[in-house]
């Protein structure tokens, strides 16, 4: 028997062993997340409090009534991510921006970019939207809004736009200077070299922080509710509240997890993907 017959024969078996060893691996992580969950709803249902806590966070009928409740207020919770996550990409990249430009003249800029990085990253969010939700309207200024969802919007753009800054900053200084010096040579001015060069190269490196931050922004547009508004969790107070059962709570909690787990998936795709892409560039 020839050498190549001998090596595609022992292709052939590291190929059938590899596989065999890849789904015996996945029938023994399925098998034991089967039993470990199966162990830990076996203690969670026998243990004495188990009937009181499901009466009082799983009553089916009190789900079925309060669900489409819940869902209907989910819909603000999902305006108020939406439009708060369009103004966070702009404000967050404009201030990430003037933090970067060169220059003494330029100096205050960059001073004031810091300071609001510094001020917003450092207050909690429920305090800024305290303060803003309930002391803006009560300064009865002439053509300032008096909405409590605008406020609570307008918060959640301030602290969430002191976070993402830092991130696009990362990604700008991630761009290596010899990308900036190829387009400057090139006759490209420095907001040219900005918009064209350096700015789509930054945020395509940090689109999967970028999507975990959004993923706390659209868990803390609840926050909102603290001021007002009546979005999803604010409706299952009210529901609990008039039932004296916690059963809404659990509805408004699985409504969130449904959004968030998707982009949370997301997430983690697009880092692995990254991760192949470098990996690849690194061997070539």
């Known amino acids: 028997m020839s050498a190549d017959a001998e090596t595609g024969r022992g292709d052939r078996r590291s190929r059938i062993l590899g596989d065999l060893r890849g789904a015996r691996n996945i029938g023994i992580a399925v098998t034991s997340t089967v039993v470990f969950f199966a162990i830990v709803a076996i203690v969670v249902v026998n243990s004495a409090g188990w009937p009181e806590v499901r009466k009082a966070f799983f009553d089916r009928k009190l789900f079925d009534s ?45 001073l004031l970019a810091v300071l609001y990085t510094d001020l917003f990253r450092g207050i909690p969010t429920i305090l800024v939207i305290y303060i803003l939700g309930f002391g803006a309207p009560a300064l009865q200024l002439s053509g300032v809004p008096r909405s409590p969802l605008f406020w609570g919007v307008t918060a959640l753009v301030l602290v969430y736009s002191a976070y993402v800054a830092e991130v696009y900053r990362a990604g700008i200084e991630s761009v290596h200077p010899s990308q900036e010096a190829a387009a400057r040579s090139l006759g490209l001015s420095r907001a040219q070299t900005l918009r064209h060069v350096i700015v789509p190269q930054a945020v395509r490196r940090v689109i999967p922080p970028l999507l975990n931050d959004f993923i706390g922004l659209q868990k803390d547009s609840a926050l909102v509710a603290l001021i007002g508004p009546i979005e999803a969790f604010r409706q299952s107070q009210i529901d609990v509240a008039a039932t004296f059962n916690y059963t809404p709570y659990v509805a408004t909690a699985l409504l969130f997890i449904l959004l968030t787990i998707p982009l949370a998936r997301l997430t983690d795709w697009l880092i692995a993907r990254d991760r192949r892409r470098q990996s690849a560039g690194a061997t070539r």
């Open 66 to 110: 309060s669900f489409p409740e819940v869902g209907h207020a989910f819909l603000l919770n999902i305006r108020i991510f939406c439009i708060a996550e369009a103004l966070i990409l702009v404000f967050a990249l404009a201030i990430a921006v003037l933090r970067g430009l060169p220059g003494p003249v330029l100096f205050p800029f960059r």
